[in-house]
């Protein structure tokens, strides 16, 4: 049976189900229209932002009792990825930050330009959450990306953090006071994926 479509929305994911039978994932809700902004580069070349192009916004889902809710708050867009057997949820969510022209990039009447970058963090929801919390590690750099992919039925949830400005991910444990990095020596970039009820975690490092 369908699930159903947050309104506005053409199509929606499922990522999860506990054993009370309470779905979360995503769903299109609608279009963000934005504006591409004219550089030259270096060669005197007009192109495009790369940033500014048009594409679905998609919010966080739970579904339950035959009702689907849409749980991004006040987020641009989030996605609930996993649930435990007590309702919580785990996640992302983005909000939009400001950055400056490039410096290889010159906007065509010779301004200094500053634009929006949507930066993903780690959410979490409680069961009866309508909104997310941003749970990015305060030890992490702000406008760095992070996600949480797993939860357990101790609230324990896991996932990852990015470290520096190559994209380079690390593994990463939420845990109250015991959250930790989990990379491990001989990879450049590590995810956790799963964390089972004994607290055991299975992921990737490349």
Known sequence: ASLGILPDGSESFANAINDDGVIVGQSE?????????????????????PINNSRPLRHAFRWQNSLLTDISGSADE????????KGSIVGWMTNEVTVTTPQNLIAVDGS??????????????????????DVHPASSLANKDSAATDINDAGKYVGWIQVGDAGIRHAYLWDGGNSADLHFAGVDSSEAKAINNKNQIVGVGN
Do not use: G
């Not at 809700?29 to 932002?49: E, R």
């Not at 989030?78 to 057997?85: C, D, Q, R």
């Open 78 to 85: 989030s996605e609930a990825l996993a649930i435990n057997s």
């Open 29 to 49: 809700v609608n279009q963000l229209a934005t504006v591409s902004i004219p550089y030259f580069d270096n060669s005197n070349v007009v192109i495009n932002d």
């Open 112 to 133: 200094t330009v500053t634009r929006t970058k949507p930066i993903m963090h780690a959410a979490f929801w409680s069961s009866t959450a309508s909104a997310p919390q």
